[in-house]
């Protein structure tokens, strides 16, 4: 993948090569600048097409999405996915009320008028908001960046989907807050059976969730297998400078 700038293309991603079977999670681990949000916009189609060069396969449940890009197929694929980032701000509109953000999802997957109250409610307590339905009457900005995440998980989880990409989900949020997002995302994958692409500069988020591990460096995929492995033997150095760094700073793995 290339962006364009002042009418010249500069390669971001280059050989990147994976695959992830249902109910699995793969994290891609890489510092700031590694090409993990272009990789996760890649997937999601979420790139300003006039300026973006693209080529390869993307294929979710065997249709390749850059294929089906304009086409009805597509919105069948969309719909497989669940979609986390780390700013929730950039996808809860500051307009409208939380309430409103949800119902129009349920709405969406054909929730009726007269039951949207009570399934965003209970969409809202899996989250782990318990006062949710004095939260439902309340804008983005009033809530603190932790239930404003909350909320986001509760939009990307409604639609049942099949695969979940998250960018960074839990940064900036402390050990405790972290830990019981990338619970709650691990136990939507395990009981909905749904893969997970969890992209992250931090090894000890792999190390909570990751069945799979890639290292990206310089948007390459540098070291790529079973999470478990490349934690007991990693084989790049870029691969070993990032676990010491984790290391430093957690005890994890
Ligand atoms: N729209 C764009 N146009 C041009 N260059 C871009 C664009 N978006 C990202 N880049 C460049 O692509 C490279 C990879 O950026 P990207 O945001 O994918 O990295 P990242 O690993 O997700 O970083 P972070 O962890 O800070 O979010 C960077 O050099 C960035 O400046």
Excluded at 46 to 54: C, E, P, R, S, V
Excluded at 82 to 91: A, E, K, M, R, Y
Excluded at 218 to 231: D, H, P
């Amino acid at each position: 993948m290339a962006y364009q700038v002042r009418k010249k293309f500069y390669n971001v991603l280059t050989d990147i090569n994976f695959s992830l079977a249902r109910g699995e999670i793969l994290a891609v681990v890489g510092e700031s600048g590694t090409g993990k949000s272009t990789l996760a916009s890649s997937i999601l189609g979420l790139y300003d097409k006039d300026n973006t060069a693209i080529s390869g396969q993307i294929k979710l449940d065997g249709r390749d999405r850059l294929r089906f890009r304009h086409d009805s197929l597509n919105n069948g694929l969309q719909d497989q996915l669940g979609v986390i980032v780390n700013n929730p701000l950039t996808i809860l509109n500051p307009f409208r009320r939380i309430g409103a953000e949800l119902n129009m999802v349920l709405q969406h997957n054909g929730i009726n008028k007269a039951s949207l109250a009570k399934f965003s409610a209970q969409f809202l307590k899996y989250v782990g908001m318990p006062e949710a339905r004095s939260l439902l009457k309340l804008f983005p900005a009033e809530l603190s960046a932790e239930l404003q995440q909350r909320v986001a998980v509760a939009l990307a989880l409604m639609g049942n989907p099949t695969m979940i990409v998250a960018d960074d989900p839990t940064r900036g949020f402390d050990k405790i807050v972290q830990a019981q997002i990338l619970n709650l995302l691990v136990e939507y994958c395990t009981e909905k059976h749904a893969g997970m692409i969890i992209l992250s500069q931090d090894m000890g988020v792999a190390a909570e969730v990751a069945d799979q591990l890639a290292i990206m460096y310089e948007g390459q995929i540098v070291e790529y297998g079973s999470a478990a492995t490349i934690f007991h033997n990693p084989l790049h150095p870029y691969t070993r400078r990032l676990l010491n760094v984790g290391r430093e700073s957690c005890c994890h793995y």
